[in-house]
């Protein structure tokens, strides 16, 4: 179309239009004009923009990853809720369609159950941190306890279901959990983000590096028929195909043998089945319960 006929047609000026081709032009949109009888302003015929050619798959993809809960964490609930309904506006009709039965079919929800919220008062001043790369001075209780003082680099953050981290660097990188951070302040000193850091790569390599370093106690355990049930309760269905392959005893009980991370973590959470299982391995776990069954005994004997 020429110039005067798309002025005519979006109702404004030539001038306007050699603008926003130029705009257009600028912007990476390959939009061009020719002179001459035959000419006019043309858009390239196999141009599409990445929006207009998302598919059904991906428009689906697209609206399937919004987890409310991390981003209310985030504080920028109100905002991705308009991204989301801009995105919607600018998909094509059949596409919006199937954007909303997303959004009806499938809702992800991070918090465990059963378990408080970790309150994270310095999740919004680490986040300002990182984009504006500046350093953060902040008091931190550590896992056994003791509070020491640092000065980090913060690098990005990570949610690992609904438990927030920091990653940080400086002479090293760490990763810090964000609901430790007991106090913290935002300094004038800035840093240099490395070039080659990769955010994901980094929190991977870590987190399978500390699967593989982490003490690990295997127990065995005979189960009664009513105890699968509850053992079930305790750690999941992904003990229903070790029960199905599981030998029994005499007794009809089944056999398991369980990965637990230490001595004290098997006790804590294999003591509330009570006879439900019967521990058969390490003697060293059975000695254990015996004592927390014990302290409890002289604990409450005298409740009325």
Not at 75 to 85: D, I, Q, T
Not at 231 to 246: F, K, Q
Not at 252 to 257: E, K, P, S, W, Y
């Amino acid at each position: 179309m020429t110039a005067q006929q798309l002025g005519e047609t979006l109702e404004v000026s030539t001038r306007t239009i050699y603008r926003d081709l130029d705009a257009l032009s600028t912007a990476g949109v390959p939009v061009y004009a020719e002179r001459g009888p035959s000419g006019g302003c043309m858009l390239l015929e196999s141009y599409r923009t990445n929006l207009t050619g998302l598919n059904e798959n991906e428009v689906r993809a697209l609206f399937m990853f919004t987890v409310p809960g991390l981003v209310a964490d985030l504080g920028v609930e109100k905002e991705a809720e308009a991204a989301l309904r801009k995105l919607t506006a600018a998909l094509p009709l059949p596409f919006q369609q199937d954007a909303a039965a997303v959004q009806q079919r499938l809702h992800l929800d991070p918090e465990p159950w059963f378990q408080p919220a970790e309150p994270v008062p310095y999740l919004r001043l680490l986040q300002d941190a990182i984009w504006t790369e500046r350093r953060v001075r902040m008091q931190y209780r550590r896992g056994d306890g003791q509070w020491v003082k640092r000065l980090i680099d913060p690098y990005g953050l990570v949610a690992k279901a609904s438990t927030w981290y920091v990653v940080a660097g400086g002479q090293f990188t760490q990763v810090f959990r964000v609901s430790r951070v007991m106090e913290a302040e935002m300094t004038n000193g800035r840093f240099t983000r490395p070039t080659n850091f990769n955010l994901q790569t980094f929190w991977q390599s870590w987190s399978e590096r500390v699967e593989q370093q982490r003490e690990k106690v295997s127990v065995t355990l005979a189960v009664s028929p009513a105890g699968v049930l509850p053992l079930s309760h305790l750690l999941g269905d992904a003990i229903h195909p070790l029960v199905a392959a599981a030998p029994s005893d005499d007794h009809g009980r089944l056999h398991l043998t369980l990965s637990f991370a230490s001595l004290e973590e098997a006790g804590q959470r294999l003591m509330g089945l009570g006879t439900a299982v019967d521990i058969l391995h390490p003697p060293t776990l059975r000695h254990h319960l015996h004592h927390l069954a014990t302290q409890l005994v002289q604990q409450y004997a005298n409740t009325p």
